[in-house]
């Protein structure tokens, strides 16, 4: 199973259901190709497919589990995955867990089934390096097509999970750490979230052939 990497915030979105979109851009791309041509025949293929389940790699690490003993915890018993992305979470500062256990943030894990990389615990690991075990949420890929970054349009860009600046506006301050993206239109918000990620020539101005992947959350 192969996995997909946002940014906190976009995780977020994804987890709540108000992001069902994300682009990507096309590699191997060269002068005067048309990917919608080159597609279909199998020249350009795309990293998801169509009916695909991906899962979402996020900060984790493996580390003992509230109940567990001193002894239990020197013998790799009671482990647990914990997440670093706390669900729902307002602010995105992390560096910490929620320790309840209520709203989904660990799960039970086998430390005789864990690869010996995998056993170090009690450390933050990088999300580019999570294994599909480890995940807790899945996405299935419902759609695949091929555009110009600039052929988007404001409900592709509410499909992207950005938020507008009459929507920033409104929401409390306490909601607004990690929401960035405030601009005029859905689509300038879009803009602005893609050069923070994009550098020339992949930014908003060059207008590079993308991936469009629709998507939908699902129980795993």
Not at 65 to 70: E, I, K, Y
Not at 120 to 149: D, Q, S
Not at 154 to 159: E, I, K, P, R, S
Request: net charge negative; aromatic share 12%.
């Amino acid at each position: 199973m192969r996995g997909i990497m946002f940014k906190e915030e976009l995780f977020q979105a994804v987890v709540a259901g108000t992001k069902t979109e994300t682009r990507r851009v096309v590699k191997g791309i060269w002068d005067g190709c048309d990917p919608n041509i080159a597609f279909p025949h199998g020249d350009l293929k795309p990293r998801y497919d169509p009916g695909e389940v991906v899962y979402l790699k996020e900060p984790w690490m493996v580390a003992p589990s509230p109940n567990c003993t001193f002894g239990e915890a020197m013998m790799g018993k009671k482990l647990s995955v914990h997440y670093k992305y706390i669900e729902g979470r307002q602010d995105f500062s992390g560096g910490s867990i929620n320790c309840s256990g209520e709203d989904g943030s660990r799960m039970h894990v086998d430390y005789a089934a864990l690869e010996y990389d995998d056993a170090r615990y009690g450390e933050w690991r990088n999300k580019m390096f999570m294994p599909a075990w480890a995940a807790r949420y899945h996405i299935r890929i419902t759609e695949v097509r091929c555009e110009r970054l600039q052929d988007i349009d404001d409900a592709g860009a509410v499909a992207e999970g950005v938020v507008a600046k009459d929507e920033y506006q409104s929401l409390p301050c306490t909601e607004r750490c990690g929401v960035i993206y405030g601009k005029p239109t859905h689509r300038d918000a879009f803009a602005t979230l893609w050069d923070t990620i994009n550098k020339p020539p992949l930014d908003w101005a060059h207008s590079p052939w993308v991936w469009v992947y629709c998507f939908e959350l699902v129980k795993q």
